[in-house]
């Protein structure tokens, strides 16, 4: 076939050059993108490891609110306001039956004297390979009062054992219940719905820098949140607002 001189020859088969381009387009555009799907999953994934810290110090609110409305926990009441701090563990599973393992999940608060000023919550697990427990109690609830400077200096370390490093006593319950032993740490606890005889003699009480990291979203440890008020939550309101609201 003749063709017009000048004319560009034709060719039959696709346009590869064409082609090439057309499917570069999606992959540059991937690209451009690429720096802000990063930062989409960073904060997607800074957001979920918050919520954890979050909901265990909401779960902790709820139960030191039934702990100070149980007409059974008298003698906490009438202490919490003077303790130097508060350990709470909204759920505290016991693996065995009479003799097993127990672990869990607290959060810390601590009273800063001078200026009777609650401060926290700083993050902690507790372990340990048997627990004093009533049978058939498969998990409970406790609140643990921290009654001395050594206590709350125990607690700053990266771990602590009860018992053996800090004394531990069983809170006294009931209406007419008599003064607690002198104890650094006094404890309370309650199961399907009534207070149960839980012992935490035994129990190792380790910080969560982890998880103190993702709540208040920089490296922190647990004095830095409790001693030097360095880092603050305003989600962690209603649990403090719950020691320091007035009671009958």
Not at 96 to 105: D, K, M, V
Not at 127 to 141: I, N
Request: proline share 7%; net charge positive.
């Amino acid at each position: 076939m003749n063709r017009r001189p000048g004319a560009p020859a034709h060719r039959g088969g696709p346009d590869l050059e064409g082609s090439a381009v057309a499917r570069s387009k999606p992959w540059s555009a991937l690209r451009r993108a690429w720096p802000l799907l990063v930062l989409a999953c960073a904060a997607v994934d800074a957001t979920a490891q918050s919520a954890q810290p979050q909901q265990l110090v909401d779960r902790a609110a709820a139960t030191l609110q039934t702990f100070l409305r149980d007409p059974d926990m008298v003698w906490l009441r009438a202490n919490i306001a003077t303790a130097r701090g508060v350990l709470v563990a909204p759920d505290v599973v016991k693996a065995g039956f009479i003799i097993g393992g127990s672990g869990g999940r607290a959060v810390l608060i601590v009273r800063e004297p001078s200026r009777n000023e609650w401060r926290g919550p700083a993050f902690y697990t507790l372990a340990t390979g048997s627990v004093a427990v009533q049978a058939g109690v498969g998990s409970s609830e406790t609140v643990t009062l921290v009654m001395s400077e050594r206590g709350v200096d125990a607690l700053l370390a990266s771990s602590l054992k009860l018992g053996s490093e800090a004394s531990v006593a069983v809170g006294p319950v009931g209406p007419g219940a008599a003064s607690a032993p002198a104890s650094d740490f006094v404890s309370f606890a309650r199961s399907k719905g009534a207070p149960t005889a839980l012992s935490l003699a035994g129990t190792v009480i380790t910080a969560n820098n982890e998880w103190n990291t993702a709540y208040y979203g920089r490296a922190v440890l647990a004095p830095d949140v409790l001693v030097r008020g360095g880092a603050v939550n305003p989600n962690a309101a209603p649990l403090l607002a719950t020691i320091t609201r007035p009671r009958s």
